[in-house]
């Protein structure tokens, strides 16, 4: 089976429940929407924000689009997405992004750090925001290390706003007695649950619309189950919804039907 006969089949212009979405094309849950304005709010207060959720539950997406509602010429985005680089490839990272070759020794890159920070709004006047994804999965030594950029200036004012992103493990960690210096400077916590019944559906008719097809394509019943078996979270549903297309297709069925879609939790989740 090919893409293109997929498509085809059910009158679709390109393959739905695709993540390579511009901002504007994303679907915007109740849970999503809140999770965007609080991060709007935290990065305008030069906070730290922690957004933690299971995997697939739209971290990333919630992060591009609070990004994407940005002003370029106000704001310097750093994202650090993978955390092996330690804390302080984190701090080398924000120095070249921020115009300077980083230090050597970890004791003069945290000040080269800070400085780099605040010329950026004192010289160029963009706010710096450092997002770090996978953040639960940095050592303490290295939260450690991010830390101090908050600590510029006697915490009169924050040189940034900073968000850490991570499963939920995140905020056991920070939790944690160790951890206490950073978890009384995080000013927001966002955690993002899986979405209502309702809101999956819309998510498929939304995703559907983009690839050109405005009719329904899966029963109540087909939804139902996807909806549960994904226990609403975006990426799953995602998986389980392409599957159920193609079974649908191998059926030669025109509507995706509860018997389809427990076809495709059985084939992605071994239920």
């Not at 709004?121 to 908050?150: F, W, Y």
């Not at 609403?232 to 998986?239: C, D, F, K």
Request: with cysteine; glycine share 8%; hydrophobic share 45%.
């Amino acid at each position: 089976m090919s893409v293109d006969r997929l498509c085809s089949y059910f009158g679709l212009t390109r393959m739905p429940f695709s993540k390579e979405l511009s901002p504007s094309s994303l679907f915007c849950s109740a849970g999503h929407n809140e999770a965007v304005a609080r991060l709007t709010w935290c990065i305008g207060e030069r906070g730290i924000a922690t957004l933690t959720g299971e995997v697939g539950s739209g971290k990333t997406v919630a992060l591009r689009a609070t990004v994407a509602g940005l002003e370029p010429s106000r704001h310097q985005v750093i994202y650090c997405p993978n955390p092996v680089i330690g804390g302080r490839g984190i701090l080398a990272a924000l120095v070249t992004a921020l115009g300077g070759t980083p230090r050597f020794h970890r004791s003069a890159l945290v000040p080269q750090a800070a400085e780099a920070l605040a010329l950026a709004e004192a010289e160029r006047g963009r706010r710096v925001l450092v997002a770090i994804d996978e953040a639960h999965l940095l050592a303490d030594d290295q939260l450690e290390d991010v830390r101090m950029l908050t600590s510029a200036e006697l915490d009169s004012k924050s040189p940034l706003a900073l968000v850490l992103i991570g499963q939920p493990l995140l905020r056991r960690r920070l939790a944690q007695t160790t951890m206490a210096a950073l978890d009384q400077r995080v000013s927001l916590r966002v955690q993002l649950e899986g979405m209502e019944r309702a809101e999956s559906g819309e998510y498929l008719r939304h995703h559907l619309s983009l690839c050109g097809r405005s009719d329904p394509l899966f029963s109540d019943d087909a939804v139902a189950v996807l909806h549960h078996a994904s226990r609403g979270l975006p990426r799953a549903l995602n998986n389980l919804a392409l599957q159920a297309l193609i079974a649908t297709f191998a059926e030669s069925k025109a509507i995706v039907d509860e018997r389809a879609a427990k076809m495709a939790v059985v084939e992605v989740n071994g239920e």
